[in-house]
């Protein structure tokens, strides 16, 4: 009996150990192999991107840039303006091999950086890829070349992104744009390019390929279906080959800014699509041919720096009065430059206006009085009214040779009034004047400025409102954005320290002003270094008011998020209440950003945990273009601005000091710092440890006006 007992409980131990192995059997198979919907929610709450919105995956396709199909797999994932989500270093952390349908992924003007994942090749559906303006850097990865179907390639406007061109993109032949412009690659322009036959767009400008032994390759006369070609500043030798004229559906060509000599080739003139032709600062000789005369869809052309002579051949007579050229010849009437012209699939323009489609305005809006539409028009200087046929003539009928520069939704002009006066115009794109909320936006914006006067905030000089003709007149700046400035070396190094501090002050004498000055109260709400421009003596203006607000005290003030990635406040994406502590927040960016010559992504991450600054000097991150002050006054001012601007970015809004503590604490005396420069922490500046307003003049722990 106990024997048979003894085999009974033996049999049953074995079924429960069975049971328990295929229980465990099952569970493992479940996980190493879920179905392909759960294997994308799983990547999806595991990458982290979308933590601070939800972690809800059964609504991941309702979540901020992503979009489905009919049976709820994610196709897109557009992120390039979904400030709400914050990807920066999580970027690698996306289970890429989860999204089988995934077809298009636009990151664009997102601080990522880091390395390009080598995972991002298991997209095998790609069929977009936008890298542009991430702050990414190292090389491009190979594994690029197992995405088979992609159509639209741009990684264009990270600095630091080296290496050559890897060979297996040689096997994306679905491409049909390829933008690898602005970045630090090297080696040479690769012949396997001229195998991507479908190609429409290339453009490669601004890189650092082997100056001196680099020619064009002569496979890239194979992409006969070429509409745009872009390799300006690339260290280009030798002579433009005659087998250019190939290339007869080409409608923009740069080869600006490279060592190219010998003669323009008459093949040039087969090309009869070509709007634009840059040929200037390289080492071309010998005369203007005359087969350019047959170039009668021609608008832009620029054959300067050059060592070309002789005047405009007859044949191309047409060139001295329809085109906009400049060239070394006596006879040539005018010019109007377009700098760079290498990134036109580009958010916004850094160096320069890009290519877009004309239209015709019709003289709809002239003088002070509303339409029987309702629309208005009312333009002014300091001369009187000025008619609408002014501004149409002085931008040439917005023709984009007049055009300085572009936006997300509207083109800027330089135009030259009959009284002398130049102005910058704002005009929105065609399509985006008939969007309400962009109608919206220029309204706001007129709103504000028509009300608004101080000497740090740029001056509207005036506005049309038509629905076929939206734009805004604005005092001209000369030096443009601070972003732009302070990414190009040279307008870098003229912005000296003393500058550099004056443009500070300047922003934050115009924050104050509006949080305390006006009432109500208005908060910006797009505070960032493309918001800040610059006349001829580098004096900021704090502009772009189309998403400022006016402060309702009897209301909660909840809204919608807006403003630039990188720069918002991060309460906002938790509270959505708008208060002037935001505007608070993007200052202290921009003050950083101003001390350090670029974006402090990197320091921002690093005040989670104070205590790893403990080691870094404030000379550390301070931009390493200019040379350190020899002046104590300086180097006391940057000290003083560096505190103020990590007191702006205290997580707590409420722990925040004002901007309108800001400008007194400017106004505080000062003396020496009593320790070197080299000796200042950056752990310090965060505590508010360094005592600069005294009498004492000594260094010690201490909370100066303007910390709390």
């Known amino acids: 009996m106990a024997s048979s007992s003894s085999s009974t409980f033996s049999i049953l131990l074995g079924i429960l150990q069975a049971t328990i192995l295929l229980i465990s059997i099952a569970r493992t198979v479940t996980i190493a192999d879920p179905s392909p919907l ?37 196709i897109q994932i557009n992120l390039s303006y979904a400030f709400l989500i914050e990807v920066g270093d999580r970027f690698g952390k996306l289970n890429f091999s989860s999204f089988p349908n995934l077809v298009l992924l636009d990151l664009s003007n997102r601080q990522l950086g880091g390395k390009i994942p080598h995972q991002i090749g298991y997209l095998s559906a790609l069929k977009h890829l936008d890298l542009s303006n991430c702050g990414l850097s190292g090389e491009l990865p190979p594994s690029l070349g197992n995405l088979t179907q992609l159509e639209y390639l741009e990684i264009s406007y990270n600095y630091n992104i080296n290496g050559s061109i890897p060979p297996q993109l040689g096997n994306l032949v679905n491409l049909v744009s390829l933008n690898l ?27 650092q ?28 030798v030798g002579p433009i080959p005659s087998a250019l004229g190939q290339l007869l559906n080409l409608k923009y060509l740069s080869l600006s800014g490279n060592k190219i000599n010998g003669s323009v080739p008459f093949e040039i003139g087969f090309l009869s699509n070509l709007t634009d032709l840059c040929l200037d600062n390289n080492n071309l ?86 339409t029987k539409n309702g ?33 997300g939704y509207g083109s800027v002009y330089r135009a030259q009034l009959p009284c002398g006066k130049v102005v910058a115009l704002k005009k929105l794109h065609r399509l985006e004047a008939e969007n309400p909320a962009f109608d919206k936006s220029f309204r706001n914006e007129i709103k504000f400025l028509t009300e608004i006067r101080h000497r740090s905030i740029v001056k509207l000089h005036g506005f049309c409102l038509h629905r076929r003709s939206m734009f805004l007149i ?54 960032s270094s493309n918001n800040v421009l610059l006349n001829s003596s580098f004096e900021a203006f704090v502009a772009d008011f189309g998403t400022a607000k006016m402060l309702d005290l009897e209301s909660s003030n909840r809204t919608i998020i807006v403003g630039t990635c990188g720069y918002v406040a991060p309460e906002l994406a938790y ?41 870094m000097s ?46 007194e604490q400017f106004l505080c005396g000062q003396t020496s710092l009593g320790v070197p420069l080299r000796m200042i922490s950056l752990l310090q500046l965060v505590n508010c440890e360094m005592h600069i307003g005294g009498k004492t003049g000594t260094y010690n722990v201490y909370t100066p006006c303007g910390c709390s």
């Open 181 to 207: 412009s602005v970045n630090s690659l090297g080696g040479n322009i690769p012949p396997f390019l001229g195998l991507l036959t479908n190609l429409r767009h290339l453009l490669l400008g601004r890189n």
């Open 285 to 370: 000789v010998g005369s203007i041919p005359s087969a350019l005369g047959q170039l009668l869809n021609l608008k832009y052309l620029d054959l300067s720096e050059n060592k070309i002579n002789g005047s405009i051949p007859s044949e191309a007579g047409f060139l001295s009065n329809s085109v906009t050229n400049k060239t070394n010849s006596s006879r040539t009437p005018y010019y109007i430059k377009i700098f760079l012209p290498i990134a036109i699939f580009s958010t916004f323009s850094v160096f320069g206006c890009f290519l877009f489609s004309r239209f015709k305005l019709k003289n709809n809006c002239v003088g002070v009085q509303p």
């Open 38 to 74: 759960a294997s994308e929610a799983i990547a999806m709450v595991e990458s982290g991107w979308w933590s601070n919105y939800s972690n809800n995956a059964s609504e991941r396709c309702q979540w901020p840039g992503i979009s489905c199909n009919t049976a709820g797999s994610i």
């Open 618 to 663: 404030l000379i550390d991150v301070l931009d390493n273009r200019l040379p350190l002050p020899t002046s104590q006054l300086v180097a006391q001012n940057l000290v003083r601005i560096a505190t103020l601007a990590f007191a702006r970015l205290n997580p707590q809004p409420k722990s925040r000091p004002t901007m309108k503590e800001v400008c």
């Open 474 to 527: 604005y005092e001209y700046m000369e030096k443009g954005s601070l972003f732009c400035n302070l990414r190009d070396e040279v307008e870098a190094v003229e912005m000296d320290w003393t500058i550099r501090v004056e443009i500070i002050k300047g922003i934050a004498h115009a924050l104050s002003y509006l949080h305390y000055d006006c009432s109500p109260p208005i908060v910006h709400r797009d505070i």
């Open 575 to 615: 509270t959505m209440v708008v208060t002037e502590k935001c505007d608070v927040y993007s200052f202290g960016v921009v003050a950083l950003e101003t001390l350090m010559g670029k974006h402090p992504e990197e320091l921002l991450s690093w005040l989670s945990s104070p205590t790893s600054l403990v080691n």
């Open 375 to 407: 629309d208005l028009c009312s333009i002014w200087n300091y001369d009187g009214k000025i008619a609408y046929d002014d501004i149409v003539a002085a931008t040439e009928d917005f023709d984009f040779r007049s055009c300085i520069g572009v936006g």
């Open 209 to 236: 390929f082997d100056d001196g032994n680099n020619t064009i390759p002569q496979n890239l006369w194979n992409l006969r279906s070429l509409e745009t070609l872009s390799l300006s500043l690339c260290g280009i």
